[in-house]
């Protein structure tokens, strides 16, 4: 069956860095579009970047130049780079298989205190 689960997250100081890791398995990775997305308190889910096959990224405005989206199709694993963090960063952050049938990952906390 599919499975994403997601590694990385944790608490960081403004203008701190994290990477979140997303493990894929139980389809072809390398064929599917992958997405990170995140979820503020009390706020709508929220599409934060994109990969596709051929390795296209698109990021909301507020990420850009910030956070850098990649996969490495030999290990199914999508990745989230998070620079210069922000407080009205911190979320829960999910990983999605984007293509096809939808599925998500577990979700992982990201806090960054001011």
């Known amino acids: 069956q599919v499975q994403l689960v997601q590694s990385g997250g944790g608490l960081v100081q403004a203008g701190g860095s994290l990477r979140l890791s997303c493990a894929a398995s139980?389809?072809?990775?390398?064929?599917?579009?992958m997405a990170w997305y995140r979820q503020a308190p009390g706020k709508q889910r929220e599409l934060v970047a994109t990969?596709?096959?051929?390795?296209?990224?698109t990021y909301v405005d507020s990420v850009k130049g910030r956070f850098t989206i990649s996969r490495d199709n030999a290990k199914n694993t999508v990745y989230l780079q998070m620079n210069s963090l922000k407080p009205e960063d911190t979320a829960v952050y999910y990983c999605?298989?984007?293509?096809?049938?939808?599925?998500w990952g577990q979700g992982t906390q990201v806090t960054v205190s001011s």
């Open positions: 990969i596709g096959r051929p390795g296209t990224t």
């Open positions: 999605n298989k984007m293509s096809g049938v939808a599925y």
């Open positions: 139980g389809y072809i990775f390398r064929l599917h579009t």
